[in-house]
């Protein structure tokens, strides 16, 4: 559909990747073996092992799955009877990579190496072929320095799966927690989107972006689990969580001040003091089932660094490189009569260079697939509504984001474009009625087939399929009832921040 | 269907909606060919699996099977209604709320199952009424880590040895609570152990922030940076003006610490004298009783402050309160034993107070008009004698000699340092005005004064007026000139910056200026001893003596 698959070429045929048969003493990291999950075998990239009493447990990564499905798996999973791929090896003649041979481990704390360690922007990087990248990160390697300086055009934003999947983790990264991903650029990223890692960070700084640099991504997750309100939660993803708490088999969330324990008693002993009942801010929106509270990330610094923390978790893209000041959060709950539980939020920067009007977003998970996500959107559009304004979130999008969206923008379109005696419609028409900006309005008519070239002339198409998809929604609205924010139970005004209000608070 | 290139779509056109029935689907490959649409998902994640296959589907309609597969999340074992009490209750109104979670949290240190055991321990060894609670142990285990925290801002980076115990208490000051100080001593042990345990980092788990180090940047647990702002223009004047906004802030903050200090020590003195003012009431009803016990026969004197020494007691406390004391509630019904003698000293105190008053209004009164003459008939500030004196000063005329004529230049050289030569040069060209004589209140002096309007008034006195003698005016306007001329006549051509000059100029300045604050200090105390004698021979006619118009104030005369 929308997405071409542009890079089926690069995955289909890989070069020659060392391959053979390993035993649980030879995997080491950066492996790839094939592994049991749910009953079928794929594969998967090792990517920390540790020692357990009752013997190894690798730590894996299934290669073309969302890495929140990486998981600790004990050896018996791994199936041995397969050929494994070997992580590119140090030089070429060096056919494998013995146990005994333990890679290098120089500095293995410096991630910046972890950037540096995939490419150089050399011409023949551009034919994507992987030996010549494993072949062409060698001399940076063998400097074993801090190359940040040489590496700005490698670290592309964009990248292919295909060609990353196969480049893998140097095998000297000991240090699990310490690597990162392995990023390549192939011919058509190659042109757009080069960012060092000082220019990312600059961006970061100035313009306020929630985004993450792709060399920041953790590879792997640091909670085991979480007990926040009445779940226990598995995290999906790294956080920057003190770092003790990944020794520690539960951490607690506060439900409201999203405080954190390593510690049950401590936990307790906090609650029994804790008297927050509801996200700290204003509520601005309340209807039956929910309300929502803006939260300035600078007047309530602590409870937003909880925030984003714990977002952090769920959230693969999301940076918390910076301090929160520059955001509003706005966050959705439920009510009972313990308080207001948080269900989900999203910030949004208090003043958007690029016009987006949400930065991060996130359903927690024990709320996930009861249509809050939808909510958020919606209410960040009727925000924007607010304001006047155009919005559109900020990109990446996350698999989940991108999916929520699209169902969002396809839904409130055709809502608009079904109605009765409607015969036709500019796209700026529709942006404006909606929030949206021309570009998602049209994106999203041209990912659901619905914007046509028919004899001649545009035409938007009520396709059968999206005409059904509505009429599914309202019949079941119908039983369950509609969940929409409605504008009149919106008490806001789009806040004013002047330059110095933003700097210093005054 | 030629291949025709499609028209270009603008945002603005309006297009026709139609259904899928209305057109035929021909055309499809043109739909294909159309732009790619980006997704906005990380590229490296757009190829996944599960993404593709819910892209797929809901490409094909079936939305419910657009489903990306994540971690599950289970119920709680936690007894949740134990940890979350049921208290909120909603208000009618929207929420408005900015209590920031420090706020909300209580006491930051939350204790620990190792606490627990210690607490338990350390309870043990005290009575039933000394024992330390939770909350107690908490505040002192916070203090300890607060302590810590204050005094060594980066044990994180270098490693200083646990804080001890007489470093704790150097920091407990008054704002500490009492019972953090009674059982610091008892937990501290606790404490440094378990610091110790850590390599003295905060018990509290905490995020770890920038510490400047260059492994910073690249540490994945370095969060939530601080942000550089973008620039503000810099000038001189913002810097000074901030410079001088957070002055004027840290000023006001520092006074308003400073009232509270001093709030707080008020109310602990008043305090302190309650409990004594209790004692005391309490050892005389000891004596009372005694007296009782001993058959002593008296009236109640002995439970109310008796001090002879009170004296400004009962009778005039109904005309005036007590005013700059304490409030402390007026001790009722003192004894009319006392009431008859003290009349007197009651009425002569009155009296005492009224003259003080009016003396302190005559003071204030002088000073407002300070610098000003009273003109009035019965000017009400009276004889501003002395304010009057020194506001003049006596002229000092330094006169300088007419140095010798320029030719004798040369012969100068070795003789203008030498002071007996000049002084006697000094002393042989002085001129009359330079004579001082004892009565130095007689000296021409002036005082310089600003007027309305900024104007500037010199105004003289005892000027030694060349027309002494009793002329008639016309005629001594008749013989101005003829003076002046004879004066001018000798005419020296000099030079004005000629070194030799220069110099015997300065030390002739010198010498005079002396000589006249000696004498000005002579005047002085002469004055100062008149003025005594006046007041001690006549203290009522100070008041009423008006010197009149400054100018031609005559000095009083005895």
């Known amino acids: 559909m929308g997405v071409r698959d542009s890079h089926g070429e690069a995955t289909a045929t890989p070069d020659p990747v060392e391959k053979g048969f390993a035993t649980l003493n030879t995997i080491r990291i950066g492996v790839k073996a094939m592994v049991q999950k749910d009953g079928e075998l794929r594969k998967a990239e090792i990517l920390s092992i540790r020692q357990r009493k009752d013997g190894p447990s690798f730590y894996v990564h299934y290669v073309d799955f969302n890495k929140r499905l990486d998981e600790w798996i004990d050896s018996t999973r791994i199936d041995l009877s397969h050929e494994v791929e070997w992580p590119q090896p140090e030089k070429p003649e060096k056919k494998k990579a013995g146990p005994g041979n333990k890679a290098p481990s120089k500095n293995a704390q410096k991630r910046a190496r972890a950037g540096s360690r995939e490419v150089s922007a050399t011409p023949d990087l551009l034919t994507g072929k992987n030996t010549n990248i494993g072949k062409a990160q060698r001399p940076s390697k063998a400097g074993g320095k801090e190359n940040r300086d040489e590496t700005p055009a490698n670290l592309s934003v964009l990248d292919s799966e295909a060609i990353s999947a196969d480049v893998t983790p140097k095998p000297e990264m000991e240090d699990v927690d310490m690597i990162g991903v392995s990023f390549t650029d192939t011919k058509e990223e190659h042109e757009q989107g080069k960012m060092s890692r000082e220019e990312e960070i600059e961006r970061l700084r100035t313009s306020g972006s929630m985004t993450q640099n792709p060399t920041e991504i953790h590879r792997v997750r640091n909670l085991n689990r979480l007990q926040m309100g009445k779940f226990d939660i598995e995290p999906w993803y790294f956080s920057p969580y003190p770092a003790s708490f990944s020794d520690v088999d539960m951490v607690y969330i506060d439900e409201f001040c999203l405080s954190y324990f390593d510690n049950k008693r401590a936990f307790e002993r906090h609650r029994s003091k804790c008297t927050l009942v509801h996200p700290p801010g204003n509520e601005i929106y309340r209807d039956d089932r929910i309300s929502f509270f803006e939260v300035d990330g600078r007047r309530q610094r602590t409870w937003c660094r909880n925030l984003c923390l714990l977002s952090k978790l769920f959230l693969d893209h999301k940076t918390l490189y910076y301090d929160v000041d520059p955001f509003l959060f706005y966050c959705m709950a439920t009510r009972d009569e313990t308080g207001c539980h948080l269900v989900g939020y999203f910030s949004k920067e208090k003043d958007s260079a690029e016009g987006y009007n949400l930065a991060c977003i996130l359903t927690l998970p024990q709320y996930q697939r009861l249509g809050y996500g939808r909510l958020l959107i919606a209410f960040s559009y009727e925000l924007s509504k607010r304001e006047g304004k155009l919005g559109s979130p900020e990109k990446p999008l996350s698999d989940l984001g991108l999916l929520s969206y699209r169902q969002y923008w396809r839904e409130t379109l055709v809502e608009l474009l079904i109605e009765p005696g409607r015969e036709s419609m500019s796209e700026n028409e529709l942006a404006v009625l909606t929030s949206m900006t021309e570009k998602d309005v049209h994106e999203t008519l041209v990912v659901f087939n619905m914007l046509r070239y028919h004899k001649g002339n545009w035409v938007i198409v009520l396709t059968d399929q999206v005409v059904e998809q509505h009429n599914k929604r309202l019949e079941k609205e119908k039983i369950k009832g509609s969940r929409k924010i409605d504008p009149a139970r919106l008490q806001w005004k789009p806040p004013v921040f002047t330059a110095s209000s933003r700097t210093w608070n005054w | ?558």
């Open chain 2, 1 to 558: 269907m030629g291949r025709t290139r499609p028209k270009k779509l603008t945002s603005k056109a309006s297009i026709p909606v139609v259904r899928e029935h209305d057109i035929d689907a021909i055309e499809e490959e043109v739909q294909n060919a159309l732009q790619q649409i980006e997704t906005g998902v990380e590229k490296a994640e757009e190829s996944e699996f599960h993404l593709q296959a819910a892209i797929n589907a809901s490409a094909q309609g079936k939305v419910n099977e657009a489903h990306i597969p994540t971690p599950e999340t289970v119920l709680s074992s936690l007894r949740y209604d134990e940890l979350y009490p049921p208290i909120f209750s909603q208000p009618a109104t929207y929420i408005r709320f900015s209590s920031t979670v420090e706020d909300c949290c209580g006491c930051p240190y939350n204790m620990t199952e190792e606490d627990d055991v210690f607490l338990k321990i350390m309870n043990e060894k005290r009575d039933a009424a000394d024992r330390c609670t939770e909350d107690q142990f908490e505040e002192v285990m916070h203090f300890f880590e607060e302590t810590a925290q204050t005094k060594q801002p980066f044990a994180a980076v270098d490693n200083p040895p646990v804080l001890s115990f007489t470093e704790i208490q150097d920091a407990m000051d008054a704002a500490v609570e009492e019972s953090v100080k009674r059982f610091a001593k008892d937990v501290y042990e606790h404490w440094k152990s378990r610091r110790t345990e850590t390599g003295n980092r905060s018990l509290m788990p905490s995020l770890k922030f920038e510490t400047g180090q260059e492994t910073d940047d690249t540490d994945p647990y370095v969060c939530f940076r601080r942000r550089e702002v973008r620039q503000i223009r810099k000038t001189r004047g913002r810097d000074a003006q901030s410079a001088d906004k957070l002055r004027r802030l840290r000023k006001e903050l520092e006074d308003a610490r400073q009232l509270v200090a001093l709030v707080r020590q008020r109310e602990l003195a008043r305090k302190e004298m309650l409990a004594i003012e209790r004692q005391v009431f309490l050892q005389r009803s000891e004596v009372k009783e005694m007296k009782r016990k001993l058959n002593l026969k008296d009236d109640d004197e002995d439970l109310i402050n008796q001090k002879p020494k009170k004296k400004p007691t009962e009778a005039p406390a109904v005309q005036r309160p007590v005013a700059p004391q304490l409030r402390m509630p007026p001790k009722a019904g003192t004894q009319a034993a006392e009431d008859l003698q003290l009349l007197e000293d009651v009425q002569a105190e009155k009296e005492n107070e009224i003259l003080r008053d009016i003396n302190q209004n005559i003071a204030k009164h002088i000073k407002w008009n300070e610098g000003y003459v009273d003109f009035t008939r019965a000017p009400l500030s009276p004889s501003p004698e002395r304010t009057f004196q020194a506001a003049f000063r006596p002229a000092i005329t330094a006169q300088l000699p007419t140095p010798p004529s320029s030719d004798s230049s040369e012969n100068m050289m070795d003789t203008t340092l030498d002071n007996p030569s000049t002084l006697s040069l000094r002393d042989k060209l002085a001129p009359q005005t330079m004579v001082m004589s004892d009565d130095t209140s007689r000296m021409p002096s002036f005082r310089r004064r600003i007027g309305r309007g900024g104007r500037l008034f010199i105004d003289r006195r005892n000027l030694v007026s060349r027309c002494r003698v009793e002329l008639d005016p016309w005629k001594a306007d008749r013989f101005k000139y003829d003076q002046e001329d004879s004066d001018e006549e000798l005419d020296f051509e000099r030079d004005q910056f000629d070194i030799h000059i220069m110099q015997h100029r300065a030390i002739m300045m010198a010498k005079a200026r002396d000589q006249a604050a000696a004498a000005a200090q002579a005047q002085a105390q002469a004055q100062r001893r008149l003025q005594a004698d006046q007041t001690a021979n006549n203290p009522g006619q100070t008041m009423g003596s008006n010197p009149g118009p400054g100018a031609i104030a005559p000095t009083p005369e005895t």
